[in-house]
C-alpha cells in the first residue's frame, strides 16, 4: 500500500503543478502565465535526459514540476505510513498539498492569492472549533501574533512583504497556534535568510548587482508549515 500511497502523491503533485497555471488565470488579470498543461514530469524525465525532443515541457519550470511531482510523492507516503488512512491523515496531506501550492504560485507570479487564503482562514478557524475543539484562545493568539510580526516588517519596511504574506502569516498562526508558531516562523524565516544571503553572496561573488531582484517570503513561510506537518502536527 505505502507504493500506492507514493504514486497517489506523484499524482498529487502533477495536479498542484497544473493547478499552480490555472488559478492565477482567473484570480489575477494581467499577468503573463506559463502554458497551461496537465502532465507528469516525471514520466517524461528519461526524455529530457536523453535529450529527446519534447515541446510538450515548458524548460522554464521542468525542475520544478519534478520536484513538487517527488516531493509530493514523498509526503504522502510518510503521512500514510504513520497515519494510515484516516481522517488526520488526509488532513495533513490536504494541508501540506496547500502550502506547496502556494509556494509554487509565489515561485512562479510573485503572488499570494485571496481567494486561497481567505477560505483557508475560515475553514481553519471552523476546524478547530467543530472539529477538533482546540483552545480558541491559543489558536486566536498564534494567528494575532504572526499577523502583528509581519504587518510591523511590512510598515517598518514597505516593499519588502506584501499583504499576501501578512496574510499567510495570519492563516499559518491560526493552524498552529500558539506556542507552536514561533517554530514553524523560526523555521520559515530562518531557512529563508540563510538561503538569501548565500544567494546574494553569490551573485555578488559573480559580479551581478542584486538591484531589482524578488524574492519571493511565502515560500519560506509555506516550507516551515509544510516541515512541522510532517514532524510534528498541531492536531496531535
Known amino acids: 500500500m505505502i507504493q500506492i500511497a507514493i ?3 506523484v499524482a498529487l503533485g502533477c495536479v498542484l ?3 499552480s497555471d490555472l488559478l492565477p488565470r482567473y484570480a489575477v488579470e ?3 502565465m506559463t502554458p497551461l498543461r496537465f502532465e507528469c514530469a516525471l514520466a517524461r524525465l528519461p526524455r529530457w535526459l536523453l535529450h529527446l525532443p519534447d515541446s510538450n515541457i515548458p524548460g522554464q519550470w521542468y525542475w520544478l514540476q519534478v520536484i513538487t511531482e517527488t516531493v509530493c510523492g514523498v509526503a504522502v507516503g510518510l503521512l500514510y505510513a504513520r497515519y494510515g488512512i484516516s481522517p488526520i491523515g488526509v488532513l495533513l496531506i490536504v494541508g501540506f498539498a496547500y502550502f506547496w501550492l502556494v509556494a509554487l504560485i509565489d515561485l512562479k507570479y510573485q503572488l499570494v492569492l485571496n481567494v486561497m487564503t481567505y477560505p483557508a482562514i475560515l475553514g481553519t478557524l471552523a476546524i478547530h472549533l467543530f472539529v477538533f ?3 480558541f484562545l ?3 493568539l498564534g494567528g494575532i501574533m504572526a499577523y502583528g510580526i509581519f504587518a510591523l516588517v511590512s510598515y517598518l519596511r514597505p516593499g519588502e512583504l506584501g499583504g499576501g504574506d501578512t496574510k499567510l502569516a495570519a492563516l499559518i498562526g491560526l493552524i498552529f497556534g500558539f506556542p507552536q508558531i514561533l517554530i ?3 523555521l520559515g524565516t530562518g531557512i529563508g535568510g540563510v538561503l538569501t544571503v548565500l544567494f546574494f553572496w553569490r551573485r555578488a561573488h559573480v559580479g551581478k548587482s542584486k538591484k531589482g531582484f ?3 517570503y511565502a515560500p519560506f513561510l509555506c516550507l516551515g508549515a509544510m516541515l512541522i506537518i510532517l514532524y510534528q502536527p498541531p492536531i496531535m
Do not use: D, E, K, T
Request: glycine fraction near 10%; charged fraction near 5%.
Open 138 to 140: 491559543q489558536v486566536a
Open 133 to 135: 475543539n482546540s483552545n
Open 30 to 32: 494581467g499577468v503573463r
Open 184 to 186: 514553524a516562523l523560526l
Open 214 to 216: 524578488f524574492i519571493p
Open 7 to 9: 504514486l497517489a502523491g
Open 17 to 19: 503543478n497544473w493547478a
